[in-house]
């Protein structure tokens, strides 16, 4: 199965690749609430193609002709957000010396991707909450509202269910966004299509190197990135699959050499934040060996009490991942490969939300 698309503010062409259940799914759902003008939310984690399915949504919906605006809200500072997506008259603020419309403008009539809705500021959701409610957003600066005709798609990796019980999120908001949630499987569930999308970045990238042939993956390698959990997801699979290609000297020859971890180096800095010591390898569970990693302690195998000993282990391995990345969650959560809400609930379990304050 490939949907390609190639109409948005950026122009591009991408191919959902996959013949799994878990995609297919994902996918006829799209299809399905493509023709109806109601919000979607997409949720999956990073590099699962949320993008992708946003894409899908606009193009088989009737606003297909008019513009799709992507805007990744965790890309600008807290204090320009609002101004980027509502616009701002001239003199609003510093440097704000002329009159401009807004990403919710730009979308008129057609669709208005949100990523990393749940990194939005407060004041953000309550004007986005209005702008859902009555199709008015107001500028900065601005004393009447403009109306505008937009659906809204957005995306996240967070469980924003979790972040309205902190109150990190607006009930009522998710309430209006969530008419339909679509959940991206990650990859390591993909029964089947690890081998199918990298043939699929591998003849591309063949193609890009002007090869005559794309001579495919050996078994080997092939076995390797199926065993692989590919936290990075089909992201993750195409930088290695290209990177694979280009590094390989003989385009008649199946490749056989992965590097699933482009830092790994001999001569690697071995700086605060690093990982591991210089000169550190990785068992083939991609756990450093070594200096490095010696914090957790091992699990002891033949222990009468064996959940305990799981437990303890999951607990240094929490430990010594919040003090390599200084205690900021959002580092260790992406740093053990875990959601951010993954994360606080791991360290809520183990008392260790308040880790690094005293």
């Known amino acids: ?135 008015e957003i107001t500028r900065i600066g601005a004393s009447r509202p403009v109306t505008v005709d937009v659906r809204i798609v957005a995306a996240t990796n967070e469980h924003l269910p979790t972040m309205v019980e902190v109150g990190r999120f607006r009930a009522d908001l998710l309430d209006r966004l969530s008419f339909e949630v679509i959940t991206l499987p990650p990859l390591r569930v993909r029964t089947g299509d690890i081998p199918l999308l990298a043939e699929h970045f591998g003849r591309r990238m063949a193609a890009e190197l002007d090869w005559p042939n794309w001579p495919g993956f050996t078994d ?17 699979l195409r930088n290695l699959v290209e990177r694979a290609a280009y590094r390989w000297e003989d385009s008649e020859r199946p490749i056989d050499s992965l590097q699933f971890d482009p830092f790994h180096s001999p001569w690697a800095p071995t700086g605060a934040n690093a990982p591991a010591s210089a000169g550190s390898v990785e068992n083939e569970a991609g756990v450093p060996e070594g200096e490095g990693a010696a914090s957790a302690a091992p699990l002891p195998l033949g222990t009468s009490d064996f959940r305990g000993a799981v437990d303890s282990y999951e607990r240094a391995l929490l430990e010594d991942a919040l003090k390599r990345n200084r205690f900021n969650q959002r580092a260790t959560a992406a740093a053990v490969g875990l959601s951010y809400d993954q994360l606080r609930h791991a360290l809520k379990r183990h008392k260790l939300l308040d880790a690094g304050s005293r």
């Open 220 to 236: 080997k390698a092939v076995a390797e990135m199926e065993r692989y959990p590919w936290p990075g997801n089909v992201r993750e």
């Open 1 to 135: 199965m490939a949907f390609a698309t190639n109409h948005r503010r950026v122009e591009r062409t991408d191919t959902f690749v996959g013949q799994s259940n878990a995609v297919f799914d994902a996918v006829e759902r799209a299809s399905r609430a493509a023709a109806l003008n109601r919000p979607v939310l997409v949720i999956g984690e990073r590099g699962t193609g949320k993008e992708l399915i946003a894409e899908r949504l606009h193009h088989l919906s009737p606003r297909w002709s008019a513009p799709l605006v992507v805007m990744n809200c965790a890309a600008l500072p807290e204090n320009l957000i609002e101004a980027e997506l509502f616009g701002h008259e001239a003199g609003s603020f510093t440097g704000a010396t002329k009159t401009r419309h807004g990403r919710f403008e730009e979308a008129d009539g057609g669709t208005l991707f949100l990523d990393e809705l749940g990194t939005l500021s407060a004041p953000a959701q309550d004007r986005l909450l209005r702008a859902v409610e009555y199709g």
